[in-house]
């Protein structure tokens, strides 16, 4: 079953040789640590056109939790917020307007198809090759993002009616004339899968999922681990680990938020390096 959050609660060598530099040490062990970050951020990251910069939320979040129990919806809302929080973004108060859905459900490809045939606005203005895309993953969660156009500051440039007006201050083949911006991210998890996991974990899976057009880790790496090898991984983590933390942290980066997908991954290899060095914990 479930493990609830009072459950959650009641869980809770010699140095190197002076001939050889310090620095040394640092620089051996961090390239390999930021090709094994950047090559997993590649690997879960859905691709998008070359050139483009990925989709980020730019409005405060507001998680709704359905298809579970009012208690524990709630607590894996608080997780959720909390999570983006610590991650530098805006979160709604307690009237705003849900801008993630967390649905349990018993079977999630069912689910999407259901969507597909009686509720397609559920998908927002996402191509009918995106929805085709969604409906054909496998695993026990499905997760998709809805966005709009920003201008390269991150505001809005598109609406229902309207055509896209775009006034760009300074051109560079580095970064693009214009943002993606989130206003809608929608997760389905199965209700069986969830059996035996905690509140944290869960609400950190859907974090990773709902924040950003990650996949689920359907074969579990070893290094570098992650949340998202949670119904894969025999031992998974108890929570965000170093690695998505690292994840989150760079890919909600102002300075990226224009710039195309490649920059993002490698800003994910450099933070989880630096992380790896500065001797966090591979779960927090």
Same mark, same amino acid.
């Given at each position: 079953?479930?493990?609830?959050?009072?459950?959650?609660?009641?869980?809770?060598?010699?140095?190197?040789?002076?001939? +050889?530099?310090?620095?040394? %040490? *640092? #620089?051996? !062990?961090? #390239?390999?640590?930021?090709?094994?970050? &950047?090559?997993?951020?590649?690997?879960?990251? &859905?691709?998008?056109?070359?050139?483009?910069?990925?989709?980020?939320?730019?409005l405060p979040v507001c998680p709704k939790v359905s298809g579970?129990?009012?208690?524990?919806?709630?607590?894996?809302?608080?997780?959720?917020?909390?999570?983006?929080?610590?991650?530098?973004?805006?979160?709604?108060?307690?009237?705003?307007?849900?801008?993630?859905?967390?649905?349990?459900?018993?079977?999630?490809?069912?689910?999407?198809?259901?969507?597909?045939?009686?509720?397609?606005? =559920?998908?927002?203005?996402l191509e009918p090759s995106e929805r085709e895309r969604i409906?054909?993953?496998?695993?026990?969660?499905?997760?998709?993002? *809805?966005?709009?156009?920003?201008?390269?500051?991150?505001?809005?440039?598109?609406?229902?009616? !309207?055509?896209?007006?775009?006034?760009?201050?300074? $051109?560079?083949?580095?970064? @693009?004339?214009?943002?993606?911006? *989130?206003?809608?991210?929608?997760?389905?998890?199965?209700? $069986? @899968?969830?059996?035996?996991?905690?509140?944290?974990?869960?609400?950190?899976?859907?974090?990773?999922? @709902?924040?950003?057009?990650?996949?689920?880790?359907?074969? $579990?790496? !070893?290094?570098?681990?992650?949340?998202?090898?949670?119904?894969?991984?025999?031992?998974?983590?108890?929570?965000?680990? %170093?690695?998505?933390?690292?994840?989150?942290?760079?890919?909600?980066?102002?300075?990226?938020?224009?710039?195309?997908?490649?920059?993002?991954?490698? =800003?994910?290899?450099?933070?989880? =390096?630096?992380?790896?060095?500065?001797?966090?914990? +591979?779960?927090?």
């Amino acid at each position: 079953m479930l493990t609830t959050p009072d459950a959650v609660l009641a869980q809770q060598g010699g140095g190197a040789e002076e001939s +050889e530099p310090a620095d040394e %040490i *640092v #620089v051996q !062990g961090r #390239v390999p640590d930021r090709e094994a970050g &950047r090559d997993l951020a590649a690997e879960i990251t &859905r691709r998008v056109e070359y050139g483009t910069p990925l989709a980020r939320f730019h409005l405060p979040v507001c998680p709704k939790v359905s298809g579970i129990h009012p208690t524990l919806g709630d607590a894996l809302s608080a997780r959720i917020r909390e999570n983006a929080s610590e991650m530098g973004l805006a979160v709604g108060g307690a009237d705003c307007k849900s801008n993630i859905v967390v649905a349990f459900v018993v079977d999630a490809g069912r689910e999407v198809y259901s969507l597909i045939n009686d509720a397609r606005w =559920a998908f927002g203005t996402l191509e009918p090759s995106e929805r085709e895309r969604i409906a054909g993953e496998t695993g026990f969660t499905r997760a998709w993002h *809805v966005s709009v156009l920003g201008d390269e500051n991150g505001a809005a440039i598109r609406d229902a009616k !309207g055509p896209v007006v775009n006034n760009v201050s300074i $051109a560079t083949r580095l970064a @693009a004339p214009v943002t993606r911006l *989130v206003t809608a991210s929608v997760v389905l998890m199965e209700l $069986a @899968a969830i059996d035996g996991k905690t509140v944290e974990q869960i609400a950190d899976f859907a974090t990773m999922r @709902a924040l950003a057009p990650v996949t689920e880790i359907n074969e $579990a790496t !070893g290094e570098p681990e992650s949340i998202l090898a949670l119904f894969s991984d025999p031992a998974p983590a108890e929570g965000l680990t %170093i690695f998505d933390r690292s994840y989150l942290s760079a890919y909600y980066s102002l300075r990226l938020r224009n710039r195309p997908a490649s920059s993002t991954l490698n =800003a994910v290899g450099r933070e989880y =390096a630096e992380a790896v060095i500065d001797g966090g914990t +591979e779960t927090e």
